[in-house]
């Protein structure tokens, strides 16, 4: 049984930094994608990267590009989100997912596994 | 980037009522990387359907998806109580992926 366990809840100053884990456990951990999306309040579903291990690179949506970092540690099945330069518009619940299926093209599929969210909250 | 429209907002109908909800793609994408996922308020979101169609492990039958090109749908034959939440598309395959706004399914 796959589960994802994320990092707990943050309280975060403007133009400070924010990095969130996401532990795996069960599966394999390396040949899945592990993708990172955010939820403002009340707003819908937002993708901010991923990372596919095995092939090790990652991928960012262009709004992030620049600060956001995607990893991970196959070591201890981690995978980290680093934001940086955070405003109050980051406040959101973060989630981390991963993929139901992998094969060798480098495409991401559905996220078929997530975690529980962690809520960063920035704010002066 | 294919941008995904879902409509309605907000769809209010009744336990055992037929709910019908839409995505619409900016341009054609592969039925196979279309997905359909259900959040309930305070909870991550939950794989619905995959590939277009595909339901995923433990999904009741009352769950169907359908759709190519630029128009999917997502059908919930009889809702049931448990069913009222908001609902996303999601195209997923080469980077970027996208969401679509969400259909909230609300009690009438």
């Known amino acids: 049984q796959v589960q994802l366990m994320q990092s707990g809840a943050e309280v975060k100053k403007p133009g400070s930094s924010v990095k969130v884990s996401c532990k795996a456990s069960?599966?394999?951990?390396?040949?899945?994608?592990i993708t990172w999306m955010r939820q403002a309040p009340g707003q819908g579903l937002e993708w901010m990267g991923g990372i596919i291990p095995v092939l090790a690179r990652a991928n960012y949506a262009q709004k992030f590009q620049g600060r956001v970092t995607i990893t991970t540690d196959e070591s201890t099945t981690t995978a980290y989100m680093e934001l940086s330069s955070l405003g109050f518009d980051d406040t959101a619940v973060y989630y981390c997912a991963r993929d139901r299926y992998f094969d060798s093209s480098g495409d991401y599929y559905e996220s078929g596994y997530w975690g529980q969210g962690t809520l960063v909250t920035v704010s002066s | 980037e294919s941008v995904l429209t879902q409509s309605p907002g907000t769809l209010s109908l009744s336990p055992g009522e037929r709910a019908t909800l839409s995505c619409r793609a900016s341009q054609d994408i592969r039925t196979y990387h279309l997905a359909w996922y259900q959040q309930k308020p305070g909870q991550a979101p939950r794989l619905l359907i995959y590939a277009t169609s595909s339901r995923a492990t433990g999904i009741p039958d009352r769950f169907s998806g359908s759709g190519s090109g630029t128009d999917f749908t997502l059908t919930i034959s009889r809702l049931e109580p448990e069913d009222f939440a908001v609902y996303y598309c999601?195209?997923?395959?080469?980077?970027?992926?996208?969401f679509g706004g969400g259909t909230k399914v609300e009690i009438k």
């Open positions: 069960g599966g394999t951990f390396g040949s899945y994608a």
């Open positions: 999601q195209h997923y395959g080469r980077s970027p992926l996208t």
